[in-house]
């Protein structure tokens, strides 16, 4: 075999080009710039985060990912990783981009309550699979996202607070590390990159495969409270009061949402500003209903989705979209969210303040995040009480506006936010990510794990915490 496809018009420097004959002659596919399949390889949600590596390597197997790691090393370049690109970060313009959208394995062991799954795989399959057998993985927000991606930084779901971190459900990861070795991982068999690969995202390896424990959960009393602006105040006041009482069972989060005046838009949502809680009751849904009648009874909702629902539809809780869009996100960590916070959050985002963000959300952590059920992790910050997610719409005549707001909502909260920030949830890459979300001890145990398995720092995932 040769290369798969190219275009006379790539950027096609001599490193480049020897690794692509390399990768070629062993029968590995590579697709150069310029190409259908290189395009469509790259395309990444986010639009503002477009990606431009040197080549695009569709793994098949893991000889191909091996192969790539160490044609890449010999020639000097650098080699990144990608399945769906909801998460990319980084331009990847000195790197070939491992692209293992196609390792699509996924088995489910009903008996023994886990399944193995390949790196291509996303949530809403292994949702789907798990579904007879009334089992469920601990999926995010959106089932459209990677479970490899998601797993390596941590996994802070709908479900969070009554089952725990989903990177703590992994029993094994199949990884090639930097050194172009593929590997075998668990608790007991190197155990300390079976540490740093849950939470330290790809800077140690690039992982083929993972095997994880399931949960008997076949549904959930869950979904979301829309509620009008002009009711805000009261619900973001109450919800503040509501997690200080609410019990593990319970995950929620509120979201101030300024949803566009489109028709893809709920009608009474288009245009305006409203409220969102959104819950997942994992215990009895009568009790569910009896915690959730403190919000319902604050106002009369716009849309009320709360219900019993199986737990493959997970994804109605937050109802994320994930279109591609132009999008500036930012997180921070809060200690606290009493209620002096909300009302500062009513000023900075409420229905009255000049906000240019599309979504501003506050997420309740503790529960069993708290839990490392005795396997620690790179899993940084496990403590912090709630996390704080903005997102606006960077369409060009705003997004400087954008940019600016983002730091005045998160500056307007500093009274209550922490240092840090959550692996998934933090925009940025290098080592401006990796000093605003590793603990300094966590950043030197990844770097020395990272200077022993990969020597030559070719994953590009490890520059952050090489220096
Ligand atoms: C709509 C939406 C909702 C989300 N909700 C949540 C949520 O509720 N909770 C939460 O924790 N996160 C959430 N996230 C964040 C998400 O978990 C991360 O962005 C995650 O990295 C996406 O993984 P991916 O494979 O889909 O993306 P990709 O762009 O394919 O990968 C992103 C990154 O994941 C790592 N990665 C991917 N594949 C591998 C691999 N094979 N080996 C090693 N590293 C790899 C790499 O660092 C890569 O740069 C959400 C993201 C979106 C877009």
Known sequence: MTILSSSTGADYRPATAAAVAALADAGVPVHLPGT??????????????????????????????TGTVRVAASAGLRVAVQSTGHGATETMHDSILVSTAALDELTVHPDERWARIGAGVRWAAVLEACAPYGLAGLAGSSPDVGVVGYLTGGGLGPVARSHGLASDTVRAFEVVTGDGVARRVTATHHPELFWGLRGGKGTLGIVTAVEIDLVEQPELYAGALWFAGADAPAVVRTWSRWCEVLPEEGTTSIAVMRLPDLPFVPEPLRGVTSVSVRFAWTGDPAVGEEMVRAIRSVAAPLIDTVQVIPYAALGAVHTDPTDPMPLHEHHSLLDAFPLEAADRLLELVGPDAPCAQAMVEVRQLGGKVLDDRGVPSAFPHRDAAFSLFTIGVMVPEVAQVVTQDTARVHEGLAPWT????????????????AQRVLTPAVARRLQTLSMVYDPDAVLLAARGIRG
């Open 36 to 65: 259908e399949a290189y395009t469509a390889l790259t395309g990444t949600s986010n639009l503002t985060k477009a990606i431009s590596p040197v080549a695009v390597v569709p793994v098949r197997d893991t000889a191909d990912v």
């Open 418 to 433: 922490r240092e840090g920030g959550l692996p998934n949830f933090t925009d940025g890459a290098g080592p401006q990510w």
